[in-house]
């Protein structure tokens, strides 16, 4: 037939049906939601659905700004970071250069370049998985950083990212800050001073809210017109009333999100001293996951082991530089003590 598209998606983590499994391979937050969401979610009128939601989501914007101390006018919502992501590179990625990344990041960048049609060049990280941002070529169409980076849980300092900012000034610099509560350092404040950047967060890893499917973008007032336009383009009304409801509850919680991401971020590190413990090589993580790997033993071995074990983590075997390495999301103190048992097991049986 003529005209069909072909394309190679995105590859999400397994989303299995079963009961009784953990969960682990795809970054989801360990806890519920904030109990003001729950109520939320009680006190919503579903009459209210006969309507179409409200054009930009004025109660979510407004407890965005208040949170973030940025006006307004600078945040567009959207459902999921990923929509904001997707429209961010059609909105600012139109020129003939290519556009650079890391090697290994978020998959779904080089996606969206083919769906796009954006050239692009992706910049292999060093060999200890840090990003050398003096090394950029002098002409590019734009820049994406994950910060903290996935997989590789690593965090840039805001003042790396300042640099990069001057150094091109003529072109748009997209910070994803999808794990930026982990342990990060977020480049929000920067936003004022330089109209060339472009922030991205999302609800679904620190407000545990991946299923609503809502994110939103910070950019300057220049940034933010363009996005708008494009988003206008195709779907006003991309978060919903429901959706907008319940993040806006999620937004205002400060106090309840602090104390669960914090635990998360003591586990990980218990985690990570556990899995030292058995000869794991792990890499620092600035995000509620951790990559690593271990010397004797391969990650398949480990991978299809702990998925007997009803434990999902992701590993990504096609991706060479990586293939031995696990992505292991940090749940619960009591599911990370399950996935150390397992892999001490395997590991006292084939070393
Ligand atoms: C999870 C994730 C996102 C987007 O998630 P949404 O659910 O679409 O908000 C964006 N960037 C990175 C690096 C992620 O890991």
């Known amino acids: 037939m003529k005209g069909l598209r072909t ?21 989801e937050n360990a806890y519920p939601p904030s109990p003001r969401v729950i109520e939320a979610w009680q006190t919503f009128d579903p009459k209210q659905l006969r309507c179409y939601s409200a054009l930009a989501n004025p109660d979510l914007v407004n407890a965005l700004a208040d949170k973030h101390q940025v006006p307004s006018q600078w945040i567009t919502t959207t459902n999921g970071s990923d929509d904001s992501l997707a429209l961010a590179f059609q909105s600012f990625f139109q020129s003939d250069d290519s556009i650079v990344f890391p090697d290994l990041t978020y998959g779904f960048y080089s996606v969206w370049c083919e769906l796009f049609h954006i050239p692009y060049q992706e910049v292999p990280l060093a060999a200890d998985f840090t ?92 940034l933010t017109g363009v996005i708008q336009a494009v988003k206008n383009s195709y779907n006003p009304y991309a978060v919903d009333s429901i959706a907008e409801h319940l993040a806006t509850a999620a937004a205002k919680d400060v106090s309840y999100y602090e104390e669960i991401n914090q635990k998360i971020c003591a586990t990980r590190e218990d985690f990570i001293a556990a899995l030292s413990q058995l000869g794991f090589i792990t890499l ?68």
């Open 284 to 351: 620092p993580s600035q995000t509620n996951f951790v990559l690593t790997t271990h010397p004797l033993v391969s990650a398949q071995l480990l991978f299809e082991t702990l998925k007997a074990a009803a434990i999902f983590v992701r590993y990504f075997p096609e991706k060479e530089r990586i293939a031995n390495y696990l992505r292991i999301t940090i749940g619960t103190d009591e599911e990370m003590d399950q996935v150390v048992t397992v892999l001490k097991k395997v590991i006292e049986e084939t070393t």
């Open 7 to 27: 394309i190679q998606p995105y590859v999400p983590g397994e989303q299995p049906k079963l009961k009784d499994i953990i969960k682990l391979n795809t970054n």
């Open 131 to 222: 990003f050398d941002l003096s090394q950029l070529p002098e002409k590019i169409g734009g820049i994406v950083l994950a910060n903290p980076n996935a997989p590789t849980g690593i965090g840039k300092p805001a003042a790396e990212i300042e640099k990069l900012l001057q150094a091109y000034p003529d072109c748009v610099v997209i910070v994803d800050e999808a794990y930026q509560v982990f342990g990060g350092e977020s480049v929000i404040p920067l936003v004022e001073k330089y109209d060339n950047l472009y922030v991205t967060r999302t609800f679904s890893k620190d407000a545990a809210l991946a299923g609503l499917r809502v994110g939103y973008g910070i950019g300057g007032e220049r």
